[in-house]
């Protein structure tokens, strides 16, 4: 199967993943949905470039603090004139 990953830059003699290529499929990384081959690419550039650690650990704490807000977000009690009034066009 061809890897969806496509742009490469040379480093050294060796070819990695470009930047662009990493930061545009940090949330498949994330999820584990990346072809064994192309997450092997995607720790390779990972192992040689600081600020796309950086970037994936900030990535990484943005979906924490959203999953944490969104669990500590309380769920309003509905209105009681707004629970009447769809009982009411319910017919009840």
Same mark, same amino acid.
């Given at each position: ?6 742009? $490469?830059?040379? !480093?050294?003699?060796? $070819?990695?993943?470009? =930047? ?9 990384? @994330?999820?584990?949905? /990346? ?8 720790? %390779?550039? $990972? #192992?040689? =470039?600081? !600020? =796309?650690? &950086?970037? /994936? +650990?900030?990535?990484?704490? !943005?979906?924490?603090? +959203?999953?944490? *807000?969104? *669990? #500590? &977000?309380?769920?309003?009690?509905? &209105?009681?004139?707004?629970?009447? *009034?769809? @009982? #009411? #066009?319910?017919? %009840?």
């Amino acid at each position: 199967m061809r890897s969806r990953i496509g742009k $490469l830059v040379e !480093s050294g003699g060796e $070819l990695y993943l470009t =930047c662009e290529e990493v930061i545009g499929f940090l949330l498949e990384y @994330l999820d584990h949905e /990346l072809e064994p081959e192309e997450e092997r690419n995607f720790e %390779r550039h $990972l #192992a040689i =470039c600081p !600020s =796309c650690v &950086a970037y /994936l +650990a900030t990535y990484r704490e !943005s979906i924490r603090l +959203a999953r944490g *807000a969104e *669990a #500590a &977000a309380p769920v309003p009690e509905p &209105a009681p004139e707004l629970v009447r *009034a769809i @009982l #009411a #066009a319910r017919g %009840r």
